[in-house]
T-cell receptor, first 113, second 112 residues
Framework: RKEVEQDPGPFNVPEGATVAFNCTYSNSASQSFFWYRQDCRKEPKLLMSVYSSGNEDGRFTAQLNRASQYISLLIRDSKLSDSATYLCVVNPISSGSARQLTFGSGTQLTVLP | NAGVTQTPKFQVLKTGQSMTLQCAQDMNHNSMYWYRQDPGMGLRLIYYSASEGTTDKGEVPNGYNVSRLNKREFSLRLESAAPSQTSVYFC???????????FGNGTRLTVT
């Protein structure tokens, strides 16, 4: 089993739709979780950190489910500009360097007009 | 703020040639990283430097060397390029072990 798994998609949704992505992780000791966004042929950029209590930033909501070992990203009222690949990132240890950061392969989202 | 700056943006090498990818950050971050990204593989860590003066291997270090020249700069060297090293290379930095990464724009390397 991969350490971090994402559905690669593609997810094609109409503008205004709500879409959700899940990301599962294998190491139950994982401590830090992030969602990154990567546009075609560009560098990944931090979208959100994921906290145990869940967090929301405008149209974006991130949740952590430790019991089932997954994190989720919900995008409401999708915009054309949300089209990108969304990367799930997990740090499986509680201390030490970020060499343990593990990236998922990404979920591709296309928002259609 | 420039953030993380990588050079060059594009490079074509012949098998066996060498080159150095440069990376500099102006955010006073302690940790710096080199990743490669290949289709369907996600980002894989090549080397990292937790702080100035230290470097360690990541997931895929073979064929690469690194130098943490000072706190700002972290370079990646390919001594004898191979076609398997054709990839997009990203440099990144972070303030601490559990802080988010900030990435450079990437270097697209093709080895023929």
């Amino acid at each position: 089993r991969k350490e971090v798994e994402q559905d690669p998609g593609p997810f094609n949704v109409p503008e205004g739709a709500t879409v959700a992505f899940n990301c599962t992780y294998s190491n139950s000791a994982s401590q830090s979780f992030f969602w990154y966004r990567q546009d075609c042929r560009k560098e990944p950029k931090l979208l959100m950190s994921v906290y145990s209590s869940g967090n929301e930033d405008g149209r974006f909501t991130a949740q952590l489910n430790r019991a089932s070992q997954y994190i989720s990203l919900l995008i409401r009222d999708s915009k054309l500009s949300d089209s990108a690949t969304y990367l799930c990132v997990v740090n499986p240890i509680s201390s030490g360097s970020a060499r343990q950061l593990t990236f998922g392969s990404g979920t591709q989202l296309t928002v259609l007009p | 703020n420039a953030g993380v700056t990588q050079t060059p943006k594009f490079q074509v090498l012949k098998t066996g040639q060498s080159m150095t990818l440069q990376c500099a950050q102006d955010m006073n971050h302690n940790s710096m990283y080199w990743y490669r990204q290949d289709p369907g593989m996600g980002l894989r860590l090549i080397y990292y430097s937790a702080s100035e003066g230290t470097t360690d291997k990541g997931e895929v270090p073979n064929g690469y060397n690194v130098s943490r020249l000072n706190k700002r700069e972290f370079s990646l060297r390919l001594e004898s390029a191979a076609p398997s090293q054709t990839s997009v290379y990203f440099c990144a930095s972070s303030a601490a072990w559990n802080s988010p990464l900030h990435f450079g724009n990437g270097t697209r390397l093709t080895v023929t």
